[in-house]
């Protein structure tokens, strides 16, 4: 038996062994030990790697738009843009329509468009079943939306949509085929081609008088 002291130093003693066994190394220590101090100095704000998107602004956009309609003449290289994406080949109908909108009026990569069915007007003439695609192109409170339908049996027509003159529904109004139709109906030019859509469309006032058919 031990004595309380001897017990006391033995129980001591056996302590300190076990720690001398497994001593607490730089490895051996909790992830949290060997983790670097913050330098950072109180009241700065801390770096960060992590850099914001940059997104094409509509103010870009229509500047882009209204300098190809300035330029329009100067040359095939101010309009050729190479081929135009295949509907084909994409994954669904709407998302080859919105690539041919982007391809002509020459919007970047990280202009975001939404493109969605339009109950109101047809995919092409005659169409009962088929309907055309609308596609909206915006940023904050600004918008524009773009009809997409086939105004013969193989060549996709793109239509704005605006108040009409007369009874002032959004309509169909004008038809925008390139950057420089679009650049063109910014500034106000006269002589912008009508949407074939314009006058068929089932969005006017019944007491509009530019509606045909």
């Known amino acids: 038996m031990y004595r309380i002291g001897e017990r006391t130093s033995a129980r001591n003693a056996t302590s300190r ?12 220590r909790p992830l949290a030990w060997n983790y670097p101090r913050d330098t950072q100095t109180p009241g700065q704000p801390k770096e960060t790697t992590v850099r914001e998107a940059t997104v094409t602004s509509m103010e870009a956009i229509e500047a882009a738009a209204r300098h190809a309609a300035l330029t329009r ?5 101010s ?33 975001r468009l939404s493109t969605y069915e339009d109950l109101n007007h047809p995919l092409f003439p005659g169409a009962q079943h088929f309907r055309a695609t609308r596609t ?6 600004r918008a524009y939306f773009f009809i997409g339908a086939y105004e013969s049996a193989w060549r996709l027509a793109f239509s704005l949509i605006a108040p009409c003159p007369d009874c002032g529904a959004p309509v169909p109004s004008a038809l925008i085929n ?18 074939p859509l314009f006058r068929t469309s089932p969005v006017h006032r019944r007491d509009c008088s530019l509606v045909s058919g």
């Open 79 to 111: 309009t050729d843009y190479g081929a135009e994406p295949s509907i084909l080949h994409a994954p669904s109908e709407q998302a080859g329509v919105e690539a041919i909108l982007r391809h002509r009026l020459r919007l970047p990569g990280d202009v």
């Open 73 to 77: 003449g100067e040359g095939p290289s």
């Open 17 to 28: 062994n076990r720690f001398a066994r497994h001593p607490h190394t730089a490895a051996d």
């Open 178 to 195: 390139s950057q420089a139709d679009f650049g063109d109906w910014l500034i106000g030019r006269d002589g912008t081609s009508e949407a």
């Open 136 to 141: 909206q192109l915006s940023q904050g409170r």
